[in-house]
């Protein structure tokens, strides 16, 4: 799903209070990755938004092209209910954040820590 989609399925995503950890995650091809948590919900959920396309004009100026929503497109990992478990099952991130394939480090710490479904 897109991002607006992902906000406008459940109300408690736009209001709550989100955690990031990183926004350089990387799967197996290579793409990059942002790790969230929704604080209202649980939701732990990574983000692949790809690189905006930019340019530079004749005096040395950047601007970056707006990104088409439906190129940001999320997927929800499980739910936590616990943010000082996600915490420890994260504790380190930084030293993990960045790596070649460093979003299965993400998936097996999350898949520690969800909350089981009923």
């Known amino acids: 799903m897109d991002i607006e ?3 406008d399925a459940d109300p408690r995503r736009r209001r709550s209070e989100e955690e990031q950890f990183g926004r350089d995650w990387f799967d197996g091809d290579g ?3 942002e790790l969230n948590w929704v604080a209202d919900t649980g ?4 983000m692949r938004e790809p690189v905006e396309p930019g340019a530079m004009d004749a005096v040395g100026d950047t601007w970056v092209a ?3 929503v439906d190129l940001v ?3 929800i990992l499980g739910v936590v209910t616990d ?3 996600l ?3 994260l504790d380190g991130w930084t030293a993990h954040e960045g790596a070649a394939g460093s979003l299965t480090w993400v998936r097996e710490r999350i898949s520690e820590v969800v909350a089981p479904t009923e």
């Open 43 to 46: 939701e732990v959920y990574i």
């Open 83 to 85: 943010g000082a478990a």
């Open 87 to 89: 915490g420890a099952a």
């Open 66 to 68: 707006d990104m088409p």
């Open 31 to 33: 793409v990059r990755w």
């Open 73 to 75: 497109t999320v997927e």
């Open 5 to 7: 989609q992902f906000y």
